[in-house]
């Protein structure tokens, strides 16, 4: 029976603050989720470009003669005499000037390419000498159609294929080796058994014996290439060996994924934090409003472990429940509209790999948190007597507050702003937990808007799209998103609780005669006076965050922030606290009036 018993008033308790219990998962739903997409932008991209020079046979390092007749055959064969040398391409490539631009031309063994294989887009490999392939378009480069007729070395060569070369990863363009300020403006690609003897050896492509698992980012990877590249030029003067490193496709992404590894640092660390807060105001106010049933169960006998529970519980489920949605959207959906912004600059592949670490670390640490504080409180409100706990709570005795101490602004104040002023500064952690809250989510959206202005800017100044400026827009637009729901769930979740507690002085309110637009705004005057002072610091918290991330990921300046990003969080966070107002009037309508008439003395 008394199982029984305790598991009704277990039920009861969600079921009466379903609201609250919703809105906690939607809260913990919203910030593991952004933890999670954010998180995985780096590693993954990291990934995805290893796997695609793996699936595509790279070359671990790439020779270059530097002589005119290129190399000969018993130079070939003493490279690939050299230890841990597993498999030699030799071939024929060099950028050439026409007229005022540049081309690049391959001279490769295409119908027996195993090395850096060529992927072909439309087409089909040359099978004459007067065919050639070309490579997609990409910055700088022509337009080619199959077919087209192109005129080279006077000689009509016809357009059979258009290939990837994954040595050409950027769609951002290709320099030119004899002038890296410009990008090519073709590549060609001939099949050189229709031109033996006719071009000399100029490059080779090597593999090697490579014990370490292969991470093309990986320092053991780079030190074990780096160190045979030595070996191979110490040889013979006359070669140059190159590593991955050299690759201007490889140093690109690195350096995206580095800087994007800073912003999936900061900005989920900064957003994980103000969830937390709202959820931990949300489960130490809750705990308090419970004062009179705690009473009641520990004069019934419950222990201090079987009361405690209840709220354990709510919080485990809540957290649990919101973290593995959080998790599953995060690494799916949300993860993938960043990642292919940064698709449509790199021809690298989607591999269908979920990357949940990241988001499972944060969840855990979040719900830990929310956990402890929870037992903190519980087991702080189980150390009264029954009989404290049976009596209602009074309210705190009113104090002057600053206001009041300036008789030309409080003389001319009405009576109903002088009641907000004094409610307001009368509970010290409920103003310093919704102010930290409304302020913490006002920063991240000021600081999505900062990011994104920048990448306006910074796009408009080159006057080119690159891959970096196309990821940060989409990870900025996707913190403006997130920030404004989370804006709106943490008011709406600070006001809800807010009229909770208060359900007895309103209905007290509406006893003496007071309408409904009376006691609204008796109850919104103060949650968006509050939500306004944590606008009014979140706007420089915003602008001081976003300086910190620009700094550490090396891109842009606070600079090119203009008055927009200013006047569009403002107006954004003061329509979150003015929409919330309207969800939630219906509630303040709803009281009873009869409670006021309810004791507990």
Same mark, same amino acid.
């Given at each position: 029976?008394?199982?029984?018993?305790?598991?009704?008033?277990?039920?009861?308790?969600?079921?009466?603050?379903?609201?609250?219990?919703?809105?906690?998962?939607?809260?913990?739903?919203?910030?593991?989720?952004?933890?999670?997409?954010?998180?995985?932008?780096?590693?993954?991209?990291?990934?995805?470009?290893?796997?695609?020079?793996?699936?595509?046979?790279?070359?671990?390092?790439?020779?270059?003669?530097?002589?005119?007749?290129?190399?000969?055959?018993?130079?070939?064969?003493?490279?690939?005499?050299?230890?841990?040398?597993?498999?030699?391409?030799?071939?024929?490539?060099?950028?050439?000037?026409?007229?005022?631009?540049?081309?690049?031309?391959?001279?490769?063994?295409?119908?027996?390419?195993?090395?850096?294989?060529?992927?072909?887009?439309?087409?089909?490999?040359?099978?004459?000498?007067?065919?050639?392939?070309?490579?997609? %378009?990409?910055?700088?480069?022509?337009?080619?159609?199959?077919?087209?007729?192109?005129?080279?070395?006077?000689?009509?060569?016809?357009?059979?294929?258009?290939?990837?070369?994954?040595?050409?990863?950027?769609?951002?363009?290709?320099?030119?080796?004899?002038?890296?300020?410009?990008?090519?403006?073709?590549?060609?690609?001939?099949?050189?058994?229709?031109?033996?003897?006719?071009?000399?050896?100029?490059?080779?492509?090597?593999?090697?014996?490579?014990?370490?698992?292969?991470?093309?980012?990986?320092?053991?990877? %780079?030190?074990?290439?780096?160190?045979?590249?030595?070996?191979?030029?110490?040889?013979?003067?006359?070669?140059?060996?190159?590593?991955?490193?050299?690759?201007?496709?490889?140093?690109?992404?690195?350096?995206?994924?580095?800087?994007?590894?800073?912003?999936?640092?900061?900005?989920?660390?900064?957003?994980?934090?103000?969830?937390?807060?709202?959820?931990?105001?949300?489960?130490?106010?809750?705990?308090?409003?419970?004062?009179?049933?705690?009473?009641?169960?520990?004069?019934?006998?419950?222990?201090?472990?079987?009361?405690?529970?209840?709220?354990?519980?709510?919080?485990?489920?809540?957290?649990?429940?919101?973290?593995?949605?959080?998790?599953?959207?995060?690494?799916?959906?949300?993860?993938?509209?960043?990642?292919?912004?940064?698709?449509?600059?790199?021809?690298?592949?989607?591999?269908?790999?979920?990357?949940?670490?990241?988001?499972?670390?944060?969840?855990?640490?979040? @719900?830990?948190?929310?956990?402890?504080?929870?037992?903190?409180?519980?087991?702080?409100?189980?150390?009264?007597?029954?009989?404290?706990?049976?009596?209602?709570?009074?309210?705190?005795?009113?104090?002057?507050?600053?206001?009041?101490?300036?008789?030309?602004?409080?003389?001319?104040?009405?009576?109903?702003?002088?009641?907000?002023?004094?409610?307001?500064?009368?509970?010290? %952690?409920?103003?310093?937990?919704?102010?930290?809250?409304?302020?913490?989510?006002?920063?991240?959206?000021?600081?999505?808007?900062?990011?994104?202005?920048?990448?306006?800017?910074?796009?408009?100044?080159?006057?080119?799209?690159?891959?970096?400026?196309?990821?940060?827009?989409?990870?900025?637009?996707?913190?403006?998103?997130?920030?404004?729901?989370?804006?709106?769930?943490?008011?709406?979740?600070?006001?809800?609780?807010?009229?909770?507690?208060?359900?007895?002085?309103?209905?007290?309110?509406?006893?003496?005669?007071?309408?409904?637009?009376?006691?609204?705004?008796?109850?919104?005057?103060?949650?968006?006076?509050?939500?306004?002072?944590?606008?009014?610091?979140?706007?420089?918290?915003?602008?001081?965050?976003?300086?910190?991330?620009?700094?550490?990921?090396?891109?842009?300046?606070?600079?090119?922030?203009?008055?927009?990003?200013?006047?569009?969080?403002?107006?954004? @966070?003061?329509?979150?606290?003015?929409?919330?107002?309207?969800?939630?009037? %219906?509630?303040?309508?709803?009281?009873?009036?009869?409670?006021?008439?309810?004791?507990?003395?």
């Amino acid at each position: 029976m008394v199982m029984k018993a305790y598991l009704k008033t277990l039920l009861r308790l969600f079921k009466s603050n379903r609201s609250r219990f919703i809105t906690t998962i939607i809260i913990v739903l919203i910030g593991v989720t952004f933890f999670t997409a954010i998180g995985t932008v780096s590693p993954r991209l990291r990934d995805s470009g290893n796997r695609y020079y793996v699936d595509n046979n790279i070359s671990d390092i790439i020779v270059k003669n530097k002589t005119l007749y290129g190399f000969l055959q018993e130079e070939i064969k003493e490279i690939n005499n050299i230890e841990y040398i597993k498999d030699v391409i030799s071939f024929t490539t060099f950028d050439q000037k026409v007229e005022d631009d540049y081309i690049r031309v391959y001279y490769l063994p295409l119908s027996d390419l195993k090395q850096n294989i060529l992927t072909l887009k439309e087409g089909y490999y040359p099978t004459k000498g007067d065919e050639i392939l070309v490579e997609r %378009r990409i910055s700088g480069t022509k337009r080619h159609n199959i077919g087209d007729i192109i005129r080279y070395n006077n000689q009509d060569l016809k357009v059979v294929g258009i290939v990837i070369n994954p040595l050409i990863m950027s769609n951002d363009g290709e320099p030119s080796i004899l002038n890296t300020d410009k990008n090519l403006r073709d590549i060609y690609y001939f099949d050189n058994q229709y031109y033996k003897d006719l071009v000399p050896v100029t490059d080779l492509y090597l593999k090697t014996e490579n014990t370490i698992k292969v991470d093309i980012f990986s320092k053991d990877y %780079r030190s074990f290439n780096d160190n045979l590249a030595k070996k191979i030029e110490d040889l013979s003067s006359e070669n140059i060996a190159l590593t991955l490193e050299d690759n201007v496709g490889v140093r690109y992404l690195e350096a995206n994924a580095d800087k994007l590894k800073v912003i999936s640092y900061l900005f989920p660390v900064f957003f994980i934090v103000v969830v937390v807060l709202v959820v931990l105001t949300t489960m130490t106010r809750f705990v308090d409003e419970e004062r009179s049933l705690i009473g009641c169960l520990k004069t019934l006998g419950y222990s201090n472990f079987a009361i405690s529970t209840r709220y354990i519980l709510f919080a485990i489920l809540g957290c649990l429940i919101g973290s593995v949605g959080g998790v599953l959207l995060g690494s799916t959906i949300t993860s993938d509209l960043i990642f292919n912004a940064f698709k449509v600059r790199f021809s690298i592949p989607t591999y269908n790999v979920l990357y949940m670490t990241f988001g499972i670390i944060g969840a855990i640490i979040l @719900s830990f948190i929310v956990i402890s504080v929870t037992v903190f409180s519980s087991l702080k409100t189980l150390k009264e007597k029954p009989s404290s706990l049976l009596r209602y709570k009074a309210p705190r005795s009113g104090k002057k507050i600053l206001l009041e101490y300036i008789p030309l602004i409080w003389k001319r104040l009405k009576f109903k702003y002088k009641s907000t002023f004094r409610n307001i500064f009368r509970y010290k %952690r409920h103003f310093f937990m919704t102010v930290t809250c409304v302020a913490g989510a006002t920063a991240l959206i000021f600081a999505g808007f900062g990011l994104y202005q920048n990448t306006v800017a910074l796009k408009g100044n080159n006057g080119s799209v690159s891959s970096m400026f196309e990821t940060l827009s989409m990870i900025s637009q996707v913190i403006i998103y997130f920030a404004i729901v989370l804006e709106v769930l943490v008011i709406f979740n600070l006001t809800n609780i807010n009229i909770s507690e208060r359900n007895r002085e309103i209905a007290t309110l509406k006893v003496l005669g007071y309408k409904n637009n009376e006691v609204s705004g008796y109850i919104f005057r103060e949650v968006f006076i509050l939500s306004l002072i944590g606008i009014l610091i979140g706007l420089p918290l915003g602008y001081y965050f976003v300086n910190v991330v620009l700094e550490y990921v090396e891109f842009g300046e606070v600079g090119n922030i203009t008055y927009i990003s200013w006047l569009s969080t403002f107006a954004i @966070s003061v329509l979150a606290s003015l929409l919330v107002n309207l969800l939630l009037y %219906r509630k303040i309508v709803k009281v009873d009036m009869n409670a006021s008439l309810k004791t507990i003395e």
